[in-house]
């Protein structure tokens, strides 16, 4: 084997509650530019601190991490949060109302309306008097309500409040979306496992017997490998790695299938060190390097080269696959690609595209250059750093 700012701010602008734009805007108008850029400013700051708790979910602890921030924006007494069974976090003043806080939104959980309250307190110091309670919702469902707590309620906080728990609505509703593509891709890459898994497992086991008795040294080392090669696999934590790790497996993979092609499969590594701490989705290069295997060069006669190649481009890396086989039809491909056939003529093709578009959007897609009789050549273009992508 041979080795060789505007934008940003206009986007947080849109979930700012509408209530608390107007505050900024009629301090641009008394105030003049200076106090009104430092209002803008902390009201964009409360509430980026507000948003990354709550894309968890609504859990207690997202709620108890966002409560303080959320009391800033509405420039209530207290809040407090619930979701459909129990309070999650009540948080300022008036504590001893924390027990009554869930009964509170009783109302607002069974039918959605907001609820104004009066609070019967005997203490005369308690700022708390008032309660405008508001429903948080996903995806049309009920999930939880949000209470702001205070010596009035008056127009201005329930529309306060029903800005606000908007605001938290486009947060959960965040969650709800990280959720379901983290559970979509677990999907996809159990799919994968599954396409490759078998055919793989019986040709390496195949191939490690036969040097049992020919070979027993040869047969221990090629054990070891495959061992290694499906533990990575299959391991259950983490949907990206590095590519350093994608590429040791693929070693491994190459290895067990040297031992099965002997002389008649050639590879060519060809990897800047540059790229191999780049975090990539789990298990994305592994089925190009099989696909070239099992359809460019099983079929085929002769010695077959596969060559890899991973190169630095700045702010991205790109990494080819490339084998001198049968190649493929390129309208069964693009097929293949939409969906349309299954891709028993290309294992996880498809598979992997829609994750690098899932992952880093649609124009980081697979461009696969083939011809019948001609090979194939998969190229794969990934930024070396995106949000939410990390290799834990």
């Avoid at 707590?149 to 990280?178: F, H, I, P």
């Avoid at 939409?338 to 595209?353: P, R």
């Avoid at 829609?354 to 930024?383: F, S």
Wanted: proline content about 4%.
């Amino acid at each position: 084997m041979e080795y060789v700012v505007g934008v940003a701010v206009v986007a947080v602008l849109v979930g700012v509650p509408a209530i608390v734009l107007w505050r900024v805007m009629r301090g641009r108008r008394e105030l003049g530019t200076s106090p009104a850029e430092r209002a803008t400013f902390e009201t964009l700051h409360t509430a980026s601190l507000a948003g990354p708790p709550l894309r968890a979910g609504l859990t207690a602890d997202g709620a108890e991490r966002a409560s303080r921030h959320l009391r800033a924006l509405l420039g209530s007494a207290a809040v407090a949060i619930t979701d459909g069974e129990r309070l999650l976090v009540y948080d300022g003043a008036g504590e001893h109302h924390a027990d009554q806080a869930f009964e509170h939104a009783a109302a607002t959980l069974k039918d959605g309306r907001t609820q104004v309250l009066t609070m019967d307190c005997d203490l005369l110091e308690c700022p708390i008097r008032h309660a405008v309670v508001v429903p948080l919702t996903t995806d049309d469902r009920i999930v939880g309500a949000l209470a702001a707590y205070g010596q009035t309620a008056s127009a201005g906080l329930v529309r306060a409040a029903q800005e606000v728990a908007g605001w938290v609505d486009s947060q959960l509703e965040l969650a709800e979306l990280d959720r379901s593509r983290t559970l979509l891709m677990e999907a996809e890459v159990r799919a994968l496992r599954a396409q490759i898994s078998p055919h793989f497992i019986y040709n390496s086991l195949t191939t490690i017997a036969s040097f049992v008795r020919t070979d027993p040294e040869q047969a221990r080392e090629l054990l070891l490998e495959f061992a290694d090669f499906t533990r990575y696999s299959f391991r259950r934590h983490g949907e990206f790695t590095t590519l350093a790790e994608e590429l040791r497996s693929i070693d491994r993979y190459l290895i067990l299938e040297r031992a099965r092609f002997g002389d008649q499969l050639q590879v060519t590594l060809r990897i800047a060190p540059e790229v191999l701490p780049v975090a990539v989705p789990f298990l994305c290069l592994q089925p190009l390097v099989e696909n070239a295997v099992r359809h460019g060069l099983e079929s085929r006669n002769g010695v077959g080269r596969i060559t890899i190649i991973a190169e630095d481009a700045g702010a991205e890396c790109n990494i080819s696959v490339e084998d001198d086989g049968l190649g493929m039809d390129p309208d069964r491909l693009r097929r293949i690609l939409a969906g349309d056939i299954a891709s028993a003529g290309g294992v996880g093709l498809a598979n992997v595209d829609e994750r690098l578009r899932q992952v880093y959007g649609d124009e980081y897609g697979l461009v696969v250059e083939t011809a019948t009789g001609a090979g194939t050549k998969v190229n794969v273009r990934l930024p070396k750093y995106h949000p939410g992508v990390s290799a834990r």
